[in-house]
């Protein structure tokens, strides 16, 4: 055991302590923290409390306020290559984009005439695609959204949607429940969560891995870590192709060949994290009803130049 609640299964662990590298809790009042987002241009942080319907606010200078509410339900977040926010509703069903001018618009809701599930999570890449999972979770009650029928045949799939072309493509079809997704550095990797273990015994709490092929297209899909206690939920990649998964006691940290580094223990179920702060080495962390951080000696992925 590390100090600082810091769990070491692998002294290569080390490199990513500093000193000052213990969790701290920044606020609390939410009901389910998802989908942190750090916005450069107001040094804050934006995150999603789903069953509350709203979105979150923190910043050094003000601490927590709401950002939007209602939210339509968000969930996952992420910045476009202009630095727009890109937003998974569970409400609307769709993923949508809010402006420099605070106008929002939905960018895509429908898949071959009928709606998205619940978009959960999203990234963007290089190229300006933008790649999200659309589980079923925000329309199997009222809880995170309106329980609703799958218009999409019960399937629950991962998509790529170009924003330039407004074409949106199935990239994988065989998840039961695809969660969190995240990019190698080089994007020559997809990570996904699958967490169908929520609701099935049997189901699956685990990432699996894909090799990005010429034309947005996935390759060998494999399973790449299961994750316990819990479900992996949302997670980041830093510079170094280090993942950064949540889990039921924190976040665990892997190496890209699926290796357990060690755990950031938190005592509550985590969400989803992001790396912010001027130098994106402080790890802020969704968990429950709370925000978190730690500072660490590394810092968030970039993504290269298309």
Not at 13 to 35: F, H, K, M, N, Y
Not at 61 to 75: D, E, I, K
Not at 186 to 215: K, M, N, Q, W
Not at 239 to 267: C, F, M, N, T
């Amino acid at each position: 055991m590390g100090g600082g609640g810091i769990v070491v299964c692998d002294t290569r662990l080390q490199a990513i302590l500093r000193p000052d590298s213990t969790l701290e809790r920044l606020c609390t009042g939410a009901v389910w923290s998802e989908g942190p987002v750090w916005l450069d241009d107001r040094e804050t942080l934006v995150w999603s409390d789903i069953p509350n319907n709203r979105m979150l606010a923190w910043s050094p200078g003000t601490g927590m306020t709401v950002f939007r509410a209602p939210s339509h339900f968000s969930n996952g977040n992420t910045l476009d290559r202009e630095g727009r926010m890109v937003t998974c509703e569970h409400g609307r069903r769709c993923v949508s984009r809010t402006g420099h001018d605070g106008r929002v618009e939905i960018l895509v809701d429908r898949y071959r005439g009928g709606r998205l599930n619940s978009p959960n999570d999203v990234v963007v890449k290089s190229d300006g695609t933008i790649w999200f999972t659309d589980p079923d979770y925000g329309i199997l009650s009222d809880r995170e959204g309106y329980q609703a029928p799958s218009e999409q045949g019960g399937r629950c799939r991962v998509y790529c949607f170009d924003p330039a072309t407004a074409e949106l493509r199935v990239v994988d079809d065989s998840f039961a429940k695809p969660n969190g997704l995240a990019f190698s550095p080089d994007e020559r990797r997809l990570y996904v969560t699958d967490t169908s273990a929520s609701h099935a015994p049997d189901g699956h709490h685990h990432l699996r891995c894909f090799d990005v092929a010429p034309g947005n297209t996935l390759a060998d899909g494999r399973v790449f870590a299961v994750v316990e206690p819990g479900l992996p939920d949302g997670f980041r990649v830093d510079a170094q192709g280090w993942l950064y998964v949540s889990a039921e006691d924190g976040i665990q940290v892997y190496d890209p060949e699926g290796s357990l580094l060690g755990k950031i223990l938190v005592p509550e179920r985590t969400g989803n994290c992001v790396f912010g702060g001027t130098r994106r080495d402080t790890l802020y962390i969704a968990a429950s009803t709370s925000l978190y951080r730690i500072r660490l000696d590394t810092h968030g992925a970039t993504r290269p130049h298309a």
